[in-house]
């Protein structure tokens, strides 16, 4: 099946700085990539839809000047959280979706980013 | 709107019995419904999904089953084994729009 990966998988930075989430889709090419963010024992919430070439839709709260999205190849897309605060700790998950195939709706995961601002 | 409802949160069952984890959802549009399983600190997993021209879908010991009318979808787990255990998400799409709406979630714990 279709790969994604993230990197990193864990970090920790301190209140006011940035970090930048890495997704890759290894095998497939993704125009479309998501970005979700996931609280403990809460589902999945979508924080963005990231498009090759352009624009990032951004879902409705979410800060767009604050979650850097960038989609500038068909296999990479990359969230940056800037200035970032204890209260954006959280675990980003990205996926994507190959849409060369039979089901262009399934999509696929990647593992997960740890972040921990402290 | 997309909600997706989802129940039970919490399903506590002895090894060897059936599961069950039932959504709703409200968009008529919608059409395309899978199941994700997330073990602890791990990525979401595809299990089964079922479009909307059919009504039941199986694969091996999981199952799905669809009602249009009612727009509810289920998820049956037969035989459970204690590496069942997982959190167990629903989701729905529509053909046209990339994005899922996800269901909160069900722990289903597995006991030997």
């Known amino acids: 099946g279709a790969v994604v990966s993230q990197h990193p998988s864990r970090v920790i930075c301190k209140s006011g700085t940035s970090v930048k989430i890495e997704c890759r889709s290894l095998d497939f090419q993704a125009t479309t990539m998501f970005w979700y963010r996931q609280f403990p024992k809460q589902s999945l919430m979508l924080m963005a839809t990231s498009n090759e070439g352009s624009k990032a839709t951004y879902e409705q709260g979410v800060e767009k000047d604050k979650f850097l999205i960038n989609h500038a190849s068909l296999t990479l897309s990359t969230l940056t959280v800037t200035s970032a605060h204890p209260e954006d700790s959280s675990f980003y998950i990205c996926?994507?979706?190959?849409?060369?195939?039979?089901?262009?709706?399934?999509?696929?995961f990647g593992p997960g980013t740890r972040l921990t601002v402290t | 709107g997309e909600n997706v409802e989802q129940h039970p949160s919490t399903l506590s069952v002895q090894e060897g019995d059936s599961a069950v984890i039932k959504c709703t959802y409200s968009?008529?549009?919608?059409?395309?419904f899978p199941w994700y399983k997330q073990e602890l600190g791990k990525r979401p997993q595809l299990i089964i999904d079922?479009?909307?021209?059919?009504g039941e879908k199986k694969d091996q010991r999981i199952a799905v089953t669809l009602n249009k009318t009612a727009k509810h979808f289920s998820l049956h787990i037969t035989e459970t084994q204690p590496e069942d255990s997982a959190v167990y998400f629903c989701a729905r799409g529509q053909s046209g729009y990339s994005t899922l709406t996800f269901g909160k979630g069900t722990m289903l714990l597995v006991s030997p």
């Open positions: 968009d008529s549009a919608s059409n395309y």
């Open positions: 996926s994507a979706r190959d849409t060369s195939g039979t089901s262009s709706y399934e999509q696929y």
């Open positions: 079922i479009r909307s021209n059919v």
